[in-house]
C-alpha cells in the first residue's frame, strides 16, 4: 500500500528505534528527564524563544497555548480553513471559552498563499469585531497563524505579509501564536531560518510526527513567562508525563535527521503534482506545491473524490479526502518510485 494520506503515518526508522531504545530517561513530570530536558533547549533554541514544553501532541500544544494567551469571552482570529479552527474537535472553545473569529484566507485568486491573508484584512477584521465600543465588542486578544498551512495545501506565508500581520496585531494588542505543525518544511523550502519566522510571534510548536517522522510528540516555545504559565495547565490537562524520554530521543533523533531530507518530501510533491496536473480528468486545487501537501479534485461532471479515493485504494494507493476534494502528502515513507506508482495507479483509476 502506497501510503499518501498523510505525514502523520511514518513508522520510526530502525536508527530511530536504535536511538529510542539508548534514551536515558527520568520522572519527566519533576522535570528530571534528561532527554526530554535536552530536547527542550535544542527546540528553544531552534525557534529563538527562552523556554520550551514538551507535550505528547501538536492539539495540546494549540489547546495550552490559547488557554494561557486568553480568557473566557475574549475573541481569538484565525484563518477560516486553520487546523485550530477545523480539525481540534472545538477544543479552543471547550477549554478556553473563547470566541473565534474566521478570518477568509487567501487564496484571492492566488493559489500559493492559500490559508494566508494579508495585514489590512486583518485590520478590517479587527474594526468589524470592536464596531461597538467597549465593553460592548468582546476583546480580540489572540490571533493564531498557521505555517505551513495544512488546508491551504501546505502553503509559506511570504515573509513580509506574515511580519506585516503580526505586526498589526501588536498594535491592536493582541498576541501571535504560530501553530508551527511542520514549520520546517517551511524552513526547508524557504531557506529562512525557524528563529526568523518565529520572531514575529510570541508563541509557536512544531509536531515531531508529521514529516520528521517521529512516534509522538510535540514541543511549544516561548518566553519564559509564556512557558511558566503553560506549565501549569500541561499540568491540569494530563500532559505531564513520566518516562517520556523514551519519545524524545525520536525526536532529538529526527532534528539530527530528519530535517534537511524534507527536500526529498517537496520535490516528490512537486513531481506528484505536475504528474496529476498532466492527467485528464484530475486538476490541482492549489496549483504546485510550495511543501509536501498536494490538494486536486476530480473535473466537474465525472466522478467524485471519494469514489476515486476508493478506486485508488483498491488499486494499493491510499489518499485522503477533504470536504471534496483529495489530499496526498508525501513523507520520508514514499520513495519517488512510489510516486510514479501512485500516477500509474490514478490514470488506471480514471479509467
Ligand atoms: C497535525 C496538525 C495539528 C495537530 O497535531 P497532532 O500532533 O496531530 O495533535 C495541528 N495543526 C496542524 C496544522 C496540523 O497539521
Redesign the pocket.
Known sequence: MIPLTSD?ETRPTEAMRAAIAAAKVGDEQRREDPTVNLLLERVAQLLGKEAALFLP????C?LIAVKTHTRAGDMMLAEREA??LR??AGGAGLVSGVLTEPLLGGSHGDARIAGTFTATELGDALDRITAMPAPYAPPPTLLCV?QTH?FGGGSIWPRERLAAVCARARERGMAVHM?G??LLNAVVASEVPASDWCSHVDSAWI?F??GLGAPIG?VLAGSREFINQALRYKYAFGGAMRQAGIAAAGCLHALDHHIARLADDHANATQLAAGIAALPGLRLVYGMPQTNIVFFEPAPGTISAAEMARRCLERGLRIGTIGGKIRAVTHLDVSRAQVDEALGIMADALG
Request: no cysteine.
Open positions: 502523520t501532541t501538536g492539539t495540546m494549540n487546523h485550530v480539525a481540534e498557521e495544512n501553530d505543525a511542520r509536531d510526527t508529521k510535540a
